[in-house]
């Protein structure tokens, strides 16, 4: 997507999950449309197998490699999984100041959330990370371990530090004077 503005360029993977959905929704039914559905899954994820650099902007990403990890298993696709991985953790190029969240903020830990980070203004970095962000990306990383195992170690280290921290966005975790 470009706007004349800016472009997010990770609207692609998002577009292979909901196809996928949609594939799977008229398999039985009418299998011709399940097809025409399973083709835009495959030019979707063609894009991202072409691209070298970080296309993540927003929040798809994770379910390109969701779906990329699932093709694999189950349509016997050859995705490259553990690039589109690298992107979700990875600084994006498409935004560059996306990243996950590590380190400690005001004494508290923030490992694992889904934010963005400022240049280095001093002795402390300066940023902010968001809850849906967060939230989001656990939802279709989670289940990627179901079809590529070699990540569910990693993935569930990531998990316990972004649960951990994820108490930071509600008020109860912090003293009245914050």
């Not at 379910?63 to 093709?71: K, L, V, W």
């Not at 100041?97 to 934010?115: P, Q």
Request: avoid cysteine; aromatic fraction near 14%.
């Amino acid at each position: 997507v470009y706007n004349g503005i800016w472009r997010e360029p990770d609207m692609g993977a998002g577009m292979a999950w909901l196809q996928h959905a949609a594939y799977f929704r008229n398999k039985t039914s009418d299998p011709q449309r399940a097809q025409d559905h399973l083709n835009a899954v495959d030019w979707s994820l063609q894009f991202y197998e072409n691209l070298s650099w970080n296309p993540d902007y927003e929040i798809m990403i994770p379910f390109g490699a969701y779906t990329a990890a699932r093709m694999n298993a189950e349509q016997g696709r050859n995705y490259n999984v553990h690039k589109l991985v690298n992107w979700v953790f990875d600084r994006s190029t498409a935004r560059p100041d996306k990243i996950v969240v590590s380190g400690t903020w005001g004494g508290e830990e923030v490992d694992g959330l889904m934010g963005f980070i400022r240049p280095n203004t001093g002795s402390d970095q300066q940023g902010y990370a968001f809850s849906m962000n967060t939230f989001l990306t656990a939802m279709p990383m989670v289940p990627l371990a179901r079809y590529e195992d070699r990540y569910a170690r990693d993935i569930g280290k990531w998990m316990l530090h972004a649960a951990n921290a994820a108490r930071l966005f509600y008020a109860d975790a912090h003293a009245p004077a914050n």
